[in-house]
């Protein structure tokens, strides 16, 4: 069996070999490896199984951001004149739209650099983070704090939790879209390789049924 094999399915490699059988990992099934870490599917049906929930739910929560934004935000008779946004000087309904913008790429970006190891896409992700963080913030602490501002309280709430659903859903939905994407690019892997890792995630429950049956 190679080394490769060893370390997908879990199998400890001699002392000696460990150091280069991490080097030697083609980048494709250390990047495997990487997904089945995290995601944890228990074999090859429930990654098909877990590709299309996730594929739906992302796609289901992303379109009800969207009917959200357009209902309560672009079709509302908010005074988009006031609470300009300080950030680049957008209005209500454009800071709405830039929310959903900065969650989407900033999820997508934080997700692919957490499973391909890169920095500066994190980077990005969190300044994107950052600033839809702000826009929603913005209109409460405008009517919290700043005197002669041109919203009261009740909009400037009402504004920052309608920001807050956008925020959470569309990074919550783009999350769920990463991981389909990552499963199915994993089946592909899997069919490619003809690789099956069921007896895998066997060989890691036995020996905690094990300790299980001694403690009884």
């Given at each position: 069996?190679?080394?490769?094999v060893?370390?997908?399915e879990?199998?400890?490699?001699?002392?000696?070999?460990?150091?280069?059988?991490?080097?030697?990992?083609?980048?494709?099934?250390?990047?495997?490896?990487?997904i089945?870490?995290?995601l944890?599917?228990?074999?090859?049906?429930h990654v098909y199984?877990?590709?299309?929930?996730?594929?739906?739910?992302?796609?289901?929560?992303?379109?009800?951001?969207?009917v959200v934004?357009w209902?309560?935000?672009?079709?509302?008779?908010?005074?988009?004149?006031?609470?300009?946004s300080v950030f680049?000087?957008?209005?209500?309904?454009?800071?709405?739209l830039?929310?959903?913008?900065?969650?989407?790429f900033?999820?997508?970006?934080?997700e692919?650099?957490?499973?391909?190891?890169?920095?500066?896409?994190?980077?990005?992700?969190?300044?994107?983070?950052?600033l839809a963080?702000?826009?929603?913030a913005?209109?409460?602490?405008t009517?919290?704090?700043?005197?002669?501002?041109?919203l009261?309280?009740?909009?400037?709430?009402?504004?920052?939790i309608r920001?807050?659903?956008?925020?959470?859903g569309?990074t919550?939905?783009?999350?769920?879209?990463?991981?389909?994407?990552l499963?199915?690019?994993l089946?592909?892997?899997?069919?490619?390789?003809d690789?099956?890792?069921?007896d895998?995630?066997e060989?890691t429950?036995?020996?905690?049924d094990g300790?299980?049956?001694?403690?009884?």
């Open positions: 069996m190679s080394e490769e060893f370390l997908l879990g199998e400890a490699l001699p002392e000696g070999q460990v150091a280069q059988a991490t080097n030697e990992l083609p980048p494709d099934w250390e990047f495997a490896e990487r089945l870490r995290r944890n599917p228990r074999n090859p049906q199984d877990m590709a299309a929930k996730d594929s739906k739910n992302g796609g289901m929560l992303i379109t009800l951001m969207v934004w209902l309560f935000i672009g079709g509302t008779n908010d005074d988009l004149a006031n609470g300009v680049f000087s957008l209005n209500f309904e454009q800071a709405a830039a929310v959903m913008v900065l969650s989407l900033s999820a997508l970006l934080t692919f650099s957490r499973d391909m190891g890169k920095i500066l896409p994190s980077t990005a992700a969190g300044g994107m983070l950052i963080g702000l826009y929603v913005e209109p409460l602490v009517a919290l704090f700043i005197a002669d501002a041109d009261d309280m009740q909009v400037g709430v009402w504004r920052s920001l807050g659903i956008l925020w959470g569309t919550y939905g783009s999350n769920l879209i990463v991981n389909a994407l499963l199915k690019w089946i592909r892997f899997m069919d490619a390789n690789y099956d890792f069921s895998r995630n060989r429950a036995a020996p905690r300790q299980a049956s001694a403690q009884d």
